[in-house]
């Protein structure tokens, strides 16, 4: 368990941040990187003055900071301790932290066993300067395993603030490792916003026909037998594939010089952000209301 020193240390960066969101599934490579991503970017959009913070705890496959243009960005410490990569640069509204980062060539793997997982995850939490956010979101890695387990003992200071999203993917074998993830939030009593069912079909970007690749409507017989909230379902948007993959252009330079945030602007043009606005509304509608901000 962590001590009092610790807790304290993680409830004075945590009390300022109104909601805690972590998206979570028990299968590997159903885009949960991509869904928190587009959560952040939802939620940064939904208010002129809404600030959000995106914590990516996976800490072998860190992809937040590519998905989001600030890949190869070094974290600055301050007097008062780490200063978050701000992915839309001098107007500081979606920070972001990651172990990627950290690590000196991108290529290089982080071979790491439980106890320095569990370091690093309370270092995050206890040492970076978010600041007031209204959103904090948190992408783990695959399973229920050390990440999650200590993110959750940690976090124990501000426990009512948590809340998590899963995603899936409509297929049967990704349901039956989505089912243990949704026992893991049961186990720790974690409330779930919702659950969302991602590949949901392919969109041709050529005609428009949509080929159900991985079948579809998994995700959402599963939330309705499991009395869990469905927040909607999301095509394979070759768009925000190409966006993601190749994203540039975040932090110091951001803006272009043009004020707006380039990233998020090229974003609101693909498919899928229409779709993710529903949800973020379906989302934000699950929240008490002191804790959410208006959607758009």
């Known amino acids: 368990m962590a001590n009092d020193q610790e807790t304290t240390a993680v409830s004075r960066r945590l009390n300022s941040i109104k909601h805690i969101i972590i998206v979570l599934s028990g299968k590997g490579g159903v885009g949960k990187s991509s869904v928190s991503a587009q959560l952040a970017l939802n939620l940064y959009a939904a208010s002129p003055t809404a600030?959000?913070?995106?914590?990516?705890?996976?800490l072998t496959g860190p992809s937040i900071p590519r998905m989001l243009g600030v890949d190869g960005h070094a974290v600055h410490q301050s007097s008062d301790g780490w200063v978050p990569v701000y992915a839309d640069g001098a107007q500081g509204r979606l920070g972001c932290m990651s172990v990627g980062f950290l690590v000196k060539n991108k290529g290089d793997s982080v071979v790491w066993r439980g106890p320095k997982k569990n370091g690093m995850i309370r270092q995050f939490l206890s040492d970076v300067r978010w600041g007031d956010l209204d959103y904090l979101v948190i992408d783990t890695p695959p399973g229920t395993s050390d990440e999650h387990l200590s993110l959750l003992e940690h976090m124990s200071p501000v426990y009512p603030k948590l809340s998590a999203v899963i995603v899936t993917t409509p297929q049967a074998v990704a349901l039956m490792d989505v089912m243990k993830c949704l026992s893991f939030t049961r186990a720790t009593n974690l409330p779930v916003l919702g659950l969302i069912e991602n590949m949901s079909g392919y969109v041709c970007p050529c005609c428009g026909e949509v080929s159900n690749v991985f079948s579809t409507g998994g995700g959402k017989d599963m939330a309705e037998r499991e009395g869990l909230p469905f927040l909607g379902s999301l095509p394979v948007d070759t768009e925000l594939v190409t966006l993601l993959d190749a994203a540039s252009g975040g932090g110091e330079d951001s803006t272009g010089g043009?004020?707006?945030?380039?990233?998020?602007?090229?974003?609101?043009?693909?498919?899928?952000a229409k779709l993710f606005r529903e949800i973020v509304s379906t989302l934000t509608r699950n929240l008490a209301p002191d804790q959410s901000i208006d959607s758009k």
């Open 51 to 58: 600030r959000v913070g995106i914590l990516d705890v996976d």
């Open 258 to 272: 043009s004020g707006a945030f380039e990233l998020l602007v090229r974003y609101e043009k693909t498919p899928s």
